[in-house]
């Protein structure tokens, strides 16, 4: 929550507790109270901009402004039942914040980022009957920057596409929810020099979960990127619930499904294929040093050995491009079903998955055989992990949507009692060690780095039959 939404709250809450429980004491001062609130509020409207979240402390204000009311003893009760359920309604945009905070990274570096919004000219746009549509892939960088002492003003990015031309429904969330999500702090400076090493700087490409704007793994990139790593996420267009494309549009989720599919698979393998490309492309643009924006040009980052790591849907991606592209040395599955014959495919360079757990996601037969069956087909290292008490959401952003007691009340509901700033720091740091200096994922750092770690289990896995049944069993 931002200061001015704070100061807003407070004053609102203050003012109406005087209305209801002493509104004949001091009445001169009151009504001086009530001025500073109406200016308070000005100002939190000048400087944040109008959200529906505040209609209830904009309506609560002009109640607590009321002189005393002679009434009937039953209306004076329903008057007092709508003022403290307005106060209630108040009290929950705490609960659910107009602007979200992100914690503070953790890692050694502080961190810079800038987006692309690349076209790849050779692919057309699969979601619109428009034949001059191409394909477009929205990259958003996240790198290790130098300390700015000196500077008391940074410049920040959006933290989500489209704040100004907001879908009416952004995955689960109506789009008027998110009205100020661009304003929520990422901790990251635009465009800011990368930081100097004395070799390339590791590149990982990152994507999300189906329907997930990259905004949504903000935390996550940005903690790993802390690391040491130059990470790309992206936004795969008209899946994503938001994008903004080259040319400025906005568009949402758009899903075609053929006269054929049964069920939601048959989608899902093709648009598996339609990720994988978009990861391949990515990997091309790195390779043109105009592509990129001067800070991160010039050989200061290892484009020719790329990792690729993906979460639920973008698992699947990542698995695809390891075993389709060789300039993808490794890759990270987090909580991702592969689909197709992802399952059939031999990895021979070094594989992670990374699982929430078990006992509160549910994994599905085609998560658990899946995956056990590309770990035991494995001819490079394999590994998997399981992050206790962590759910499903737990990798992305979503519980930060809420304020803590929220977040304590989701996880009795649907789990993820670790909280997601820890489970994001487990991640970023497993990550981190199964990346290493060369991607080559050394088990005793990877090893080190979860018996760090309350409640993650794993490690290396076998590449036999019995390997796949175990996998399967686990």
Known sequence: MLIPDLMLLSVVLALAAWRRFAPARRPGLRVAAVALGVVVAAAQWALCGFTWQDLPAYLLLALSALPPIRTGAVLRRVGRLIFVGIAVAVIGVWILPAVPTLPQLDGRYPVATQVYRWTDAARDEPHTSDPADRRSVIAQAWY???????????????YIDGSGDMPAQVSVMPGFLLRRYGQIDTHAEHQAPLAPSDRPWPVVIFSPGYGAPRAVYTGLATRLASRGFVVFTLDHPYESAVTELPDGRVVGTREIFLP???????????????????????????????????????????????????????????????????????????????????????????????????????????????????????????????????????????????????RWLLAQVIGGGRGPAATHQATADILAAFLGGRLTGAASDLAAAAARYPNVPGGAVEHTSRGAASAAER
């Open 144 to 158: 290790p920057t130098m300390r700015n002492e000196h500077s008391r003003e940074i410049a920040r990015l959006a």
């Open 260 to 406: 054929g599919d049964r069920g939601r698979i048959s989608y899902m393998v093709r648009q598996q294929v339609v990720r994988t490309a978009d990861v391949r492309f990515v990997i091309d643009q790195l390779a043109h040093p105009d592509a990129l924006s001067p800070p991160l040009r010039g050989g200061r980052i290892d484009a020719s050995t790329v990792a690729v790591i993906g979460h639920s849907f973008g698992g699947a991606a990542a698995i695809a491009a390891l075993s389709e592209d060789p300039r993808v040395v490794a890759a990270a599955n987090i909580d991702g079903t592969p689909y197709g014959d992802l399952p059939d495919r031999q990895l021979t360079r070094p594989f992670l998955l990374l699982q929430s757990d078990q006992a509160e996601t549910h994994h599905g037969d085609f998560f658990i055989n899946g995956n056990g069956k590309l770990l035991a087909r494995m001819t490079a290292p394999g590994f998997r992990y399981e992050i206790k008490h962590a759910n499903h959401y737990s990798f992305t952003d979503a519980p930060f949507f809420f304020a803590p007691p929220g």
